[in-house]
């Protein structure tokens, strides 16, 4: 069955280093989204990717964030500057048709220092 | 407000009993999505079933049940004939509207179900 990929999946970085997630979906989904989970606590959504543009995204996915697709395969989501509060599991998730259930991979664990 | 809610943060059930564990939601849209997602100690988050808000009846998916009453906005998951395996985190989950950006999904804040042997 075809599954979300992600890479890393751990990521250790000093504060105010760059980081970049990368994430690829199933390869005939059209919706990409990145989502966050702060240890111990719930599922937030940070951004919505279609038709290579963001459709929707929160108030956590301020300017320090930035997704791009940058080919037919891969889905990148980059912190500029992080910072301590950053540290987090990170998931990819991706499908096909709007509403339809979202496919998550196994996310990258990030932790700064 | 709460968008999700599960008031469970923690269940426990005997192998090979049912175990129902609650979500309630809240929206003004008429066209929703509910979602479960099961969240093992390795961390991947894996889709378990869904139910929409115009669906007719209870969705099922093996094992998997939800008991989806609309008019109390509850959308239960029940885990029947419970296994070791199922030890995890769990997860409600709700999709307003029904395209475009109305995508996201916005959690609950998990409940924690042990399979005792």
């Known amino acids: 069955e075809p599954e979300v990929t992600q890479t890393p999946s751990h990521q250790v970085t000093q504060m105010g280093q760059e980081v970049i997630l990368r994430c690829v979906p199933i390869s005939n989904h059209l919706y990409f989204y990145w989502y966050r989970q702060i240890l111990g606590q719930k599922v937030e959504f940070l951004v919505s990717f279609y038709n290579n543009e963001i459709s929707e995204k929160s108030e956590i996915f301020d300017d320090q964030f930035s997704v791009e697709r940058p080919d037919g395969s891969n889905f990148t989501l980059k912190i500029r500057s992080t910072k301590l509060e950053d540290s987090a599991m990170y998931f990819c998730?991706?499908?096909?048709?709007?509403?339809?259930?979202?496919?998550f991979g196994d996310g990258t664990r990030l932790s700064i220092l | 407000a709460q968008k999700i809610t599960q008031t469970q943060p923690g269940m426990f059930v005997q192998e090979k009993e049912a175990v129902t564990l609650d979500c309630t939601y809240d929206t003004s849209d008429p066209s929703y999505g509910l979602f479960w997602y099961k969240q093992p100690s390795s961390g991947e988050m894996i889709f378990l079933i869904y139910?929409?808000?115009?669906?007719?009846q209870n969705a099922t998916e093996g094992r998997y049940s939800l008991n989806f009453q609309k008019a109390r906005k509850s959308a239960n998951l029940v885990i029947s004939a419970s296994q070791l395996g199922d030890s995890a985190m769990y997860f409600c989950a709700m999709r307003e509207g029904n395209s475009g950006g109305y995508n996201k999904l916005i959690f609950g804040a998990g409940t924690r179900l042990a399979v005792h042997p």
């Open positions: 139910q929409g808000s115009y669906d007719q």
């Open positions: 998730a991706s499908n096909r048709e709007a509403g339809q259930p979202q496919h």
